[in-house]
T-cell receptor, first 109, second 116 residues
Framework: QKEVEQNSGPLSVPEGAIASLNCTYS??????FFWYRQYSGKSPELIMS??SNGDKEDGRFTAQLNKASQYVSLLIRDSQPSDSATYLC?????????WGAGTKLIIKP | GAVVSQHPSRVICKSGTSVKIECRSL??????MFWYRQFPKQSLMLMAT?????????EQGVEKDKFLINHASLTLSTLTVTSAHPEDSSFYIC????????????FGSGTRLTVV
């Protein structure tokens, strides 16, 4: 059974600080990794995708992948109250995405 | 970018009736459609996967006769909840593969179904 694990939180971060979200996965052969943001009552929206070891930066967001440790993370710099949401980690399986349970992030003004 | 239009966004129906949810890919051909259900404060649960022109593949525990999926064209897939009951009340989301930059996993906006 392929699994994706996330701490459910909530993770509380002061406005302007760095929020760090973590995810581990069980299938060592996984190649594609995604971070989605989901606001309450809305569908998920893609934040970042990463396929190679190392860091990938897009604006205030940085995804980090370590395939040896089977670990992928998302850093959010200069956190804003609008970043408060549930962040879902997803790993591509054979034909579908395998989802983590999500981490609820709260940015405190 | 790739857009998936999902309708209706909200629906309230009486117990025992059927509800149809539509997902249309507006600017790409959706070769595969994934249907998810999400209960409050829980993660996405994949219900079924459908490929255009083929029968849907249902996940374990999902009743195929209750949740009818049709993917007759490359731009339209429908999920019909038949004989709905209050326990079917949930947030239903479609996700299409076939376009976009994220390996084509484009989500619809979701349908909030309430069965009374």
């Amino acid at each position: 059974q392929k699994e994706v694990e996330q701490n459910s939180g909530p993770l509380s971060v002061p406005e302007g600080a760095i929020a760090s979200l973590n995810c581990t996965y069980s299938d060592r052969g996984s190649q594609s990794f995604f971070w989605y943001r989901q606001y309450s009552g809305k569908s998920p929206e893609l934040i970042m995708s990463i396929y190679s070891n190392g860091d990938k930066e897009d604006g205030r967001f940085t995804a980090q992948l370590n395939k040896a440790s089977q670990y992928v993370s998302l850093l959010i710099r200069d956190s804003q109250p609008s970043d408060s949401a549930t962040y879902l980690c997803a790993v591509r399986g054979n034909y579908q995405l395998i989802w983590g349970a999500g981490t609820k992030l709260i940015i405190k003004p | 970018g790739a857009v998936v239009s999902q309708h209706p966004s909200r629906v309230i129906c009486k117990s025992g009736t059927s509800v149809k949810i539509e997902c249309r890919s507006l600017d790409f051909q959706a070769t595969t459609m994934f249907w998810y259900r999400q209960f409050p404060k829980q993660s996405l649960m994949l219900m079924a996967t459908s490929n255009e022109g083929s029968k849907a593949t249902y996940e374990q525990g999902v009743e195929k006769d209750k949740f009818l999926i049709n993917h007759a064209s490359l731009t339209l897939s429908t999920l019909t909840v038949t004989s709905a009951h209050p326990e079917d009340s949930s947030f239903y989301i479609c996700s299409a593969r076939g376009g976009g930059t994220n390996y084509g996993y484009t989500f619809g906006s979701g349908t909030r179904l309430t069965v009374v």
